[in-house]
């Protein structure tokens, strides 16, 4: 009964480094989406995919990069980290079809940005 | 653009009623949805309504739509302390396909016991 699951749950960089976070979901949802949560400012959308081998801009996307090489797993990379970048990242994901589509997330990665 | 408010902060007792508002601006919205999120977790969907609705009921929750304002509540009787937790209002805007989504910032819910 996993869900959405979120990897790393905590991460500290340099200002810079690169790394990747990854969101795999096990219920076969076709849309997958990465947002960022800063104090104030609620959830704001960074990426966002309908579909294994598709890809989006959302609200805040500059900084960021993502892929969806199969339809479980949403990848977001951070090429040169800025202390700007230093947030609560949600994946969520949902189904394609059918009236309600709510989102369903994960439990977040924290990334600090020094 | 859309655009979805909501107070930042709402203090209760516990077994008394909470009500937190939202207002949203997109007249398009389809579906408005309330999320929890507790502390180190991700959001939780509570609840929804469809934009054509005026009122669902579930259990101890009950979301109150006026279309005419663009004013949503998400009411919680017999308030508990596991109700301790930000509350975000949402509006989803077309059907099937994608939807686009926009959360409110969030109301902080503190239950005193």
């Known amino acids: 009964n996993a869900g959405v699951t979120q990897t790393p749950k905590f991460r500290v960089l340099k200002t810079g480094q690169s790394m990747t976070l990854l969101c795999a979901q096990d219920m076969n949802h076709e849309y997958m989406y990465w947002y960022r949560q800063d104090p104030g400012m609620g959830l704001r959308l960074i990426h966002y995919s309908v579909g294994e081998g598709t890809t989006a801009k959302g609200e805040v996307p500059d900084g960021y990069n993502v892929s969806r090489l199969k339809k479980q797993n949403f990848l977001l990379g951070l090429e040169s980290a800025a202390p700007s970048q230093t947030s609560v990242y949600f994946c969520a994901s949902s189904y394609s079809r059918g009236i309600v589509q709510p989102q369903h997330f994960g439990d977040g990665t924290r990334l600090s940005i020094l | 653009g859309e655009d979805v408010e909501q107070s930042l902060f709402l203090s209760v007792r516990e077994g008394d009623s909470s009500v937190i508002n939202c207002t949203y601006t997109?007249?398009?919205?389809?579906?408005l949805y309330w999320y929890k999120q507790e502390p180190g977790a991700g959001l939780q969907l509570l609840t929804y309504i469809f934009s054509n609705m005026d009122m669902k009921q579930d259990q101890r929750l009950t979301v109150l739509l006026n279309k005419k304002d663009k004013h949503l509540s998400l009411r919680i009787a017999d308030t508990q302390t596991g109700d301790s937790a930000i509350y975000f209002c949402?509006?989803?805007?077309?059907?099937?396909?994608?939807?686009?989504?926009?959360f409110g910032i969030g109301t902080k819910l503190q239950v005193i016991p």
């Open positions: 949402a509006e989803s805007i077309g059907t099937g396909g994608y939807q686009k989504v926009t």
């Open positions: 997109d007249s398009s919205s389809t579906y």
